[in-house]
């Protein structure tokens, strides 16, 4: 499975950016999908993750209520919306992708088998 993020870029706090990940496949290695970012000197944290195989999405405390995770109808495609974004959003924000594990729950934490190569977020304040 490859992954192509895109639409990363540089805003201002209060503005909004769209973030895209397009999977070369649909299969039940993509059932979980999710977007991770990295910011330098922090840990890589797991911003947002969608189950499609349940139906479901988890945001990081950080993000609720800013950003939301979606596909497109071949799920095939995940996106990010990101709005009101601060400037502790700055990252390279990271689209991944695994098969569920037990009772077809995704991976905890980073345990993704799929990775993008990231696109960076920086949002000036």
């Known amino acids: 499975v490859e992954l192509v993020e895109s639409g990363g870029g540089s805003v201002q706090a209060g503005g909004s950016l769209r973030l895209s990940c397009e999977a070369s496949t649909y299969s039940p290695d993509t059932y979980c999908m999710a977007w991770f970012r990295h910011a330098e000197g922090k840990k890589r944290e797991r911003v947002a993750l969608i189950n499609s195989g349940l139906g479901t999405t988890e945001y990081a405390d950080s993000v609720k209520g800013r950003f939301t995770i979606s596909q497109d109808n071949r799920k095939s495609t995940m996106y990010l919306q990101m709005n009101n974004l601060k400037p502790d959003d700055t990252a390279i924000y990271y689209c991944?992708?695994?098969?569920?594990?037990?009772?077809?729950?995704?991976?905890?934490?980073?345990?993704?088998?799929?990775w993008g190569k990231g696109t960076q977020v920086t949002v000036s304040s």
């Open positions: 991944a992708a695994a098969s569920p594990v037990v009772l077809r729950r995704c991976p905890l934490g980073d345990d993704f088998t799929y």
